[in-house]
């Protein structure tokens, strides 16, 4: 009888470095059963958002510090160690979230301080190259507070690279740009804007596998809006809670994505609620909301589900912890498997 051999993949945890945590965190996860083995630890100063190049071998990662001291940083992985390779500062304050084009040289940083787009070129050896555009964004929200001023959270690219969503939580709203090329120079051009629900707080989004379904994840109301698309135009449809019904208190939703079917969608949620909602979604892309999990731990922040799609795993940023879920590929059901992953202000995980 053939044993089987067990899978490992590379798992990578980006963390906040004010505890005690040294950076990155590599883990071997075994997909078969859920187990996470630390393999190894690079120094990096608070690598709050973590990418990968298309082939696996370039990881970046901003440094959410203020203006002088953020940067977004490229480190090759040869499947056994992170070798760090160069730095580019981020020209705005506390960097919080990376996207790597992977039919592009492009490398694009949202700076939640400082408002704004920044975007780079890579080199062909995942090195970070110049700053060839910052995108400011100016504006205010309704809650005095958290949107005082523009505070991009994110930019996600299309499913054809062919343009940008970028997230506004200090405006309320969703800017589209078209990418633009020409004799090999790029630029983002904008081209409509989405006025998301007033004080929501857009932070990220998931697009259906077509692109005519538009989820927004508002931050400040725990709730994702559903937008569909009319010709040119996002229609917004529906906006739900991804809570428990008649929870009132205070809210910080962090995470929104699909499993990898496309057939269900997640989203968590910090404050005083600590938990992770499942949505079915129909054909038509209507939300249901199924179930709604405690995340076992304080501070849920990104969670990525496995390639397989058989386990969900959510970092827990107040009890440095990382709950790892499995998943139901049929229901997309989670059961938690109790085999938590001891690590110091876990905030991302990619694999």
Known sequence: ?????????????????????????????????????????????????????????????????????ANVSAFTFDGDILSFVNSQPTMGASPCHVAIAKNHPLALVSNYGGGSIAVFKTEENGALGENIQVIQQEGQGPDKDRQEASHVHSAFFSADEKHVFVQNLGTDQVTIFRVEQEKGAYQLVEESVISTPAGGGPRHIALDKKEENLYVLLEMKAQIAHYKKDNKTWQLLDTISINEDGFSGENGAAEIKFSPDFKFLYASNRGEANIIALFSVDKTGKLTKKKVYATEGEEPRNFNISPDGRFLLVANQSTDDITVFARNLETGELTDTEKKIEVSTPVCIIF
């Open 1 to 69: 009888m053939l044993q089987s051999i067990a899978q490992e993949i590379p798992m990578f945890v980006g963390t906040y470095t004010h505890k005690g945590s040294q950076g990155i965190y590599l883990y071997m996860f075994n997909t078969d059963n859920g187990e996470a083995t630390l393999y190894s630890a690079t120094a990096a100063e608070d690598p709050s958002f973590l990418a990968k190049s298309k082939d696996g071998k370039t990881l970046y990662a901003v440094t959410e510090k203020d203006e002088d001291e």
